[in-house]
């Protein structure tokens, strides 16, 4: 059974005539604004203000950059205005005791939060973490074993224990 796929579905479907109904309401909505307008303003004023809603309204309904819509792009930048922005690719300089500025690599251990340190601590030790991680105490079972073949127990990242065989290569 073939089942057709849609093609164009980026593109907006053609309602209201030439427009799409986002741009008819933009364009409808910018002349119910200019036609209460008229009942309250002075003439002189009101032809002001409709050229400007027209403009407006005109440019919403039409405009893109970059291939985007202008109301999608207003609404970006007010986001970006409006939210608070955190950069992560910026380091911050340390300052030593000394008052000379660290590289960007450097972290004295003075200035190195517990977690810092635990860190370090796990990749470069090759015994446990004191109060963190318990030593590996091999059972009857593992000492029996032949000296030709030797197992090891392993502890995964998810911490359960797995027996795995060494393979010494010289």
Known sequence: MNFQVPQFIETEDKIIGPFTIRQFLYVAAAGAISFA?????????????????????????FL????????????????????PRFYL???????????????PGFKPLEIMSK????????KTSKNPVPKREKSFQPTIMD???????????????????ELAKRIDYK
């Open 64 to 83: 893109k950059i970059s291939g985007r819509p202008l109301p999608t792009i207003l609404m970006a930048a007010l986001g970006y205005y409006w939210k």
């Open 37 to 61: 307008c008229f009942f309250f303003m002075q003439t002189w004023l009101w032809i002001i203000v409709t050229m400007l809603l027209t403009a407006i309204s005109l440019s919403f309904a």
């Open 143 to 161: 000492r029996t074993r032949s000296s030709k073949e030797r197992f090891e127990m392993m502890r995964k990242i998810t911490g359960e224990k």
């Open 115 to 122: 977690l810092d340190n635990l860190w370090d601590q796990i």
């Open 89 to 103: 690719w910026k380091k911050k300089e340390e300052i030593q005791k000394t008052g000379e500025v660290a590289s």
